[in-house]
Structures are given as structure tokens and as C-alpha cells.
């Protein structure tokens, strides 16, 4: 599997992929033609036979592709294929959405951890996860073998978790506070910001209602 | 200003822009150059000159940009220069989350009815919103002149509530539940899977350690 230069975009696709083809598996589908698999992707043909090139030539020829096999290619390929301990900083109301997420789990993405620094939050226990002082995350972080931080504190404490993720030697951080934070260029960061898809819907409608007046 | 076939990238730094320029007005600041906006929004200079050239010439030479005024400026063209109601489906507890979240409201998105079809959450206060059954969404949205639709119920009850909006009227989804739905194409669909980013985070990580290995 060549794996330099993958575009994000392509990444994305793959994980929809992966959404589709457990879906796929669940209801007992077999086998699927890349025309059809592309429907249900909401993909053009050409360019999921492009992505799925990655992987080499496997889909049968006349049959399309195994639905199993498939899936598991793309999910080692996504480095899927396992499970991601996760410490999560900041228990409000999106950390405790979180702690309780049933797909992120479903998915392999394990919170092992959950921290905060409100003494007030410090002890209590958020589904089955008893909230540790945020000052603890470095000496606690390899004995839960965390490898990911989920920082879901308010904006102006979403640098000051991050600096507790790195300290703890994090290398991967998803920040979920709609502010942007710094990281040294050995961590790998990513932002989900609700604001701005939403700021990508009013455009569009936006755009739509002037179109049409 | 030309809003034709501008590509979802743009509109994602558009959406960047807002918030560092929102920042930058926050702490005082009056005028910024290009080049310094560039490296806050960690963006290449030369890709931020073409993004605000959508606006036309109106960078001062040798002085830069005016915060407030390009904020405006972007804000507009985003169409974020207004607010827009929203209803959510679904009062989990992601909904929950959504409706305590003060950055949504603060960027204009206000959420103005929660629904759900659980007769136990229904009456039920949360936020200051009374739990309406999703059953009267459709007589409910016009009076609270809805126009976006936020969907957080569990994956297998996405369609409905998606149906539930359409029905409405509301041409505008953002699907926070890990499944794909299908909508009418003069409806404009966008997801927030965190699932997606999480992936996007153990490709990379993986990557890493296999190149180092």
C-alpha cells in the first residue's frame, strides 16, 4: 500500500467507506459492484475505483468486491484496525456528550481518561469515568497508554490542555474548542468546529435565496 | 462579489478568518497586513491575497487590512451578517451539548425549538427550551421561522427527523448523527461526524510510525 501524499479529501472518503460498507455488512450484503457501492457513497464510479486503487487490484472481476474483505483493507489501510486509548480535557457538556458517545467506541476510539481542572468536577464519575485533576495528565497518560487527546474545554483553556497533552507526549490532538491552538509540528492536530459547518450551510442558503431573487 | 462555484475549502478559511479576526478585534487591534493575517490563520499569504480577493481590491497599500472592516467584509460574504434559527432533533446528549453551547449563539446560529419523539424527555426543560414532540415540528417551524435543522438523535432515527425537516420546509441540515441520510436536492446537507477526524488521526499517527519503523 503506498501511503506518501494521500489528500485529506481521500482520506474522508475512505471513512465513509468504512460507514457504508459496515452498514453493508450488518445487513448480510455479500458483495458489492463498485458502481453501487459509489451510489450508496454519494461518490462518482471513477473516483472510488481510484481511491480504492490504493489497496491494489482486488475487486472480482464480473462480482465487484467482497464486502468483508473489503472493509477490513480500508480499515487497516485508516490504521483502523485497532483500537486508540483517548484522554479527553474538559468535562462539560461536549466532553460528557463524549464520554458518552457509543460510536466513537463502536469505532475504536477508547476514552481512557477524562480530565479536568474544576476542583468542583475532580472525583465525580462521568460514565464510568472518575474525572482526574488536569495537573495529573502527564503521570497518568502512560500508565492509560494514551495516544490521542480530545480537548473539549472552553476557548481559553483549549491551549493550556493541549500543553498538558504534549507534555504528556501526546503526538495527536483533536480540539474541539472553536479556537486555534499551537502544537509542535511533531503533533499531529485537527479541529471540529460545529461553527463552521454551519457557517458552510448559511452561505449556501445564502447564496441559493440571491440566486433565486 | 462573485459567489459562483467557490470551492468548500475557501469556505472553511473563510470561516477561519472570521474567527481570528474576531479575535484580533477582541484584543484591540486595528489594522493588520496580509502577510501577519496569514501566519495567525496559518494560512500561505499567497492563498489568503487570493481568498480575500473575492471581496475586490480593498486592502490599504502599505498599511494592510482593517479588522473590523474585513471582518465585516467576510461575515456578509458568509452570510453570517444576520442570525439564523435553528431547530434540533434529538436531545441526547449531544443535543444537550449543542443547546448549552454559547459559541453557536454567539456566531448567530440560535437554536429556537428542541425536539424529540421520547414521551419521557417531552415537557422536559433544557436550556430554556421545552422539549416539543418532533411530531409537531412541521406546525411548530414556521411560527419559529426555522430555517436550519440540527439533527443529534441516534444514528437509526436520523432519516425520520431528517423527514421531520424536509417536511418543514427547512432547506438547510447539519447531521451530527454517524449516518448517511438521504434529502431532496434542493435541501442542502452537511455532516459533523467526530468519528471522521478520530480517523483522520490514526491514519496520519499510524503513517508516522510506519515511516519511522
Redesign the interface.
Known sequence: VK?DH?P?AT??R???Y???LENLLNSGQKVISSDKLAV???VNPSQIRKDLAYFGEFGVRGVGYYVKDLLERVQH????DRT?N?ALVGV???G???L??R??RA???VIVGAFDCDPFKIGEVVAGHEIICTRRLKERAKGLQV??GLITTP?DRAQRAANHLIEAGI????NFA???IHVPSDV?L???????????????????Q?TKA
Open positions: 501511503t494521500i485529506k482520506i474522508q475512505m471513512a465513509i468504512v460507514q457504508i450508496e457513497c454519494e489501510f485508516l490504521g483502523i486508540w483517548c462539560g457538556n461536549l460528557r456528550a463524549l458518552r458517545h460510536q466513537l469505532r475504536g476510539f495516544e490521542i476557548t503526538k495527536g490532538i483533536v472553536p479556537k486555534r499531529w485537527d479541529y471540529v468546529d460545529f461553527s463552521n459547518h454551519l457557517i458552510g450551510l448559511a452561505f449556501n442558503l445564502t447564496r441559493r440571491t
